[in-house]
């Protein structure tokens, strides 16, 4: 079975920083796109940053500078380095994959359980 399981979340105070992580387990022979989600109290769920199996990066514009999405491909893992965070990060960050696994079956949308990151001020 193919899973994402995040990690890394936390408290943290304006400012500061904070590094997530996502790893895909299970018989994965092929991760494609990787990338990080977020939903805010009260708001629908957006991008914040994906990255292609060549490690081109997309970032919105609101993280544009202060975040950097990177992967390990031999850890099947893809990172997210938040610095200079704002209240306004708060939400629960979701790790999103397109994965073919073993049997060539392809989750074109594959999403982990989220990790909460709250940014106090």
């Known amino acids: 079975q193919v899973q994402l399981v995040e990690s890394g979340g936390g408290l943290v105070q304006a400012g500061g920083s904070l590094r997530l992580s996502c790893a895909a387990s299970?018989?994965?022979?092929?991760?494609?796109?990787m990338g990080w989600y977020r939903q805010s109290p009260g708001k629908q769920r957006e991008l914040v940053a994906t990255?292609?199996?060549?490690?081109?990066?997309n970032y919105a514009d609101s993280v544009k500078g202060r975040f950097t999405i990177s992967r390990e491909n031999a850890k099947n893992t893809v990172y997210l380095q938040m610095n200079s965070l704002k209240p306004e990060d708060t939400g629960v960050y979701y790790c999103?994959?397109?994965?073919?696994?073993?049997?060539?079956?392809?989750?074109?949308?594959?999403w982990g359980q989220g990790t909460l990151v709250t940014v106090s001020s």
């Open positions: 999103n994959a397109d994965v073919r696994d073993k049997y060539l079956v392809r989750y074109r949308d594959l």
């Open positions: 299970g018989s994965i022979v092929e991760l494609n796109v």
């Open positions: 990255i292609t199996g060549g490690s081109v990066t």
